[in-house]
């Protein structure tokens, strides 16, 4: 971290990261067993930099670059982006907060906040069960809401900048927090940006309560895919699960959702039910256990996943799989 003295009043600039790893064995389908050594189990692998200064009182400027990476193979992640993750500058004040670059929609930012596995290993968000949208959009612009009487709201336009092309998106979601409730609701309409040949709207309502040392959590999602060549298609998607303080240094988290399209056929319906314990052993470092199996329809193959596992491993449509992770995360 620089000093304030070098850098103005008020002024920061903060270095960090996460270095996630973890052994995975996974089975059940008909292409075979697979093990594998991978990276990015419960969060991402990423170094990033970050800061602000003082413009004037009660006007800030502010940065995030952040890239990531796959820590079992030393390679960029995000398709080679050197800063693939995000890349943003803005303002912020008592008004709110706007910035420009490269940054998470609201739509996915709301789906995850209930997802116990914040998109982990065996989380129904990575695995397809539950859509999230595009993770993250270049050239975009997100103004967001100070929080009032615990409401709050994300907004969000990008473009995709080419002549004689109406290629853009818009998200927008609106947060609700008192006391032990959670509640949020968004919406994205992506005209092109996520699909050269498609756009995709949905809608997403997110919910958890705060009982005790357990947060329950649930979503409900509604897909519209509408290809510039053949018929819409709609997927109708849930998730519920939890987060327990179970131990003063351990977490139980339990998740199951199923995700359909309708009127596939054949049949395109998946579940996935996972469990996983994550245990603090250090000011900065986790280990963790996770469990997940996946049951699929005829015309569903979809398996559970980290981030640099995606595509790895597969499975025959119609097959059951199911994969066990043990990893290990530091960060700074």
């Known amino acids: ?82 800063f693939g993750r995000q890349a943003f500058a803005g303002l912020e004040g008592s008004w709110g907060r706007l910035t420009a670059g490269r940054q998470y929609s609201p739509l996915y930012n709301a789906v995850i906040s209930y997802d116990p596995f914040e998109q982990g290993y065996g989380s129904p968000t990575t695995d397809g069960n539950v859509s999230t949208g595009s993770t ?27 002549t004689g092309k109406s290629h853009d998106v818009a998200s927008l979601s609106v947060n609700y927090e008192n006391g032990p409730f959670g509640l949020s609701l968004a919406y994205q309409n992506d005209d092109h940006v996520s699909s050269s040949t498609a756009v995709i709207r949905q809608g997403f309502l997110g919910a958890s309560y705060q009982w005790g040392k357990t947060k329950l959590m649930a979503g409900f999602s509604h897909v519209e895919n509408d290809p510039d060549a053949g018929s819409t298609t709609t997927r109708r998607e849930w998730m519920i699960g ?63 996943m980290g981030t640099s596992s995606a595509g790895n491993y597969t499975v025959n449509p119609g097959d059951d799989a199911f994969g066990l992770a043990l990893g290990y995360q530091y960060w700074f």
């Open 136 to 162: 993250r959009f270049d050239s975009s612009i997100v103004y967001a809401t100070p929080k009032y009487a615990g409401l709050s709201a994300n907004l969000m336009v990008a473009f995709g900048g080419e």
């Open 1 to 82: 971290v620089l000093s304030a003295g070098s850098l103005g009043a008020n002024a920061n600039v903060t270095l960090y990261g996460k270095l996630d790893l973890f052994a995975e064995v996974n089975g059940g389908g008909g292409q075979g067993d697979r093990l594998a050594l991978e990276s990015g189990g419960l969060n991402g692998t990423r170094l990033g930099v970050k800061g602000g200064a003082d413009i004037t009182d009660g006007l800030r400027a502010i940065f995030q670059l952040e890239s990531g990476f796959f820590a079992n193979k030393g390679t960029l992640a995000q398709g080679g982006r050197f």
């Open 242 to 304: 939890s987060q327990t303080a179970a131990t003063a240094t351990g977490q139980l988290l339990l998740a199951y959702a199923e995700g359909r399209t309708q009127d596939a056929s054949p049949s395109d319906k998946g579940q996935v039910a996972t469990i996983g314990w994550v245990e603090t052993i250090g000011a900065q470092s986790k280990v963790y256990a996770i469990l997940s199996g996946h049951k699929n329809s005829a015309g569903s193959a979809l398996v559970p």
